[in-house]
């Protein structure tokens, strides 16, 4: 069975680090399109980042210079590396597979995480 | 950035309605359209891509149309089980925008 599952969330002060997890089974997670999505309260659900398997990434202009994403293929796993928190970054963070489309760009997620929270607060 | 306008935002309905939701794009997403299921504690569920494409598995009740802006998601025979949230979801253009959410309730 296909599955994400994510770890690595708690409650963080501003400005400090961490490092989310999402470790995959059943498919090979350098050979694809994986994303990160949050969802917080205010904000609703926003899109974060992407990494496509030659390693192109694109991020939200709202974390871009702050999070790096990255992955490991010994582990099979995708990481949200978020420095500088700001407690809007404050959410339920979310990774996702995304199919390839027709024209080999990413298309829609298909295999989502249940998410691990990230609470940023003083 | 693409604003997806999702409507309504709650709708009530009973067990065995049809229903529909709709997603409009601020400029043209061609078919790159998507729908999804939200429920709490859970990973969202994947129903449609490409607009109108049912996800492998999804109940054939289950069904999405359009192009360029406006989107449709229909559920025809509610069950107990789809009353939830549902997303639109953008993927034609970075970054990537999702609908508001419509929460589907029982009357």
């Known amino acids: 069975e296909e599955q994400l599952v994510e770890t690595g969330g708690g409650l963080i002060q501003p400005g400090e680090s961490l490092r989310l997890s999402c470790a995959a089974s059943?498919?090979?997670?350098?050979?694809?399109?994986m994303n990160w999505v949050r969802q917080s309260p205010g904000k609703g659900l926003e899109w974060v980042s992407i990494?496509?398997?030659?390693?192109?990434?694109y991020y939200a202009a709202s974390v871009k210079g702050r999070f790096t994403i990255s992955r490991d293929a010994s582990k099979n796993t995708l990481y949200l590396q978020m420095n500088s928190l700001k407690t809007e970054d404050t959410a339920v963070y979310l990774c996702?597979?995304?199919?390839?489309?027709?024209?080999?760009?990413?298309?829609?997620?298909?295999?989502w995480g249940q998410g691990t929270m990230v609470t940023v607060s003083s | 950035d693409i604003q997806m306008t999702q409507s309504p935002s709650t709708l009530s309905a009973s067990v065995g309605d049809r229903v529909t939701i709709t997603c409009r794009a601020s400029r043209g997403i061609v078919n790159y359209l998507a729908w999804f299921q939200l429920k709490p504690g859970k990973a969202p569920k994947s129903l449609i891509y490409d607009a109108s494409t049912l996800q492998s598995g999804v109940p054939s009740r289950f069904s999405g149309s359009g192009s360029g802006t406006h989107f449709t998601l229909t559920i025809t025979s509610l069950q107990p089980e789809d009353f939830t949230t549902y997303y639109c979801q953008q993927y034609n253009n970075y970054p990537y925008t999702f609908g508001q959410g419509t929460k589907l309730e029982i009357k």
């Open positions: 996702a597979r995304a199919r390839r489309r027709r024209d080999d760009y990413p298309g829609a997620f298909d295999i």
């Open positions: 990494l496509y398997s030659d390693e192109t990434t």
């Open positions: 059943g498919f090979t997670v350098s050979s694809n399109y």
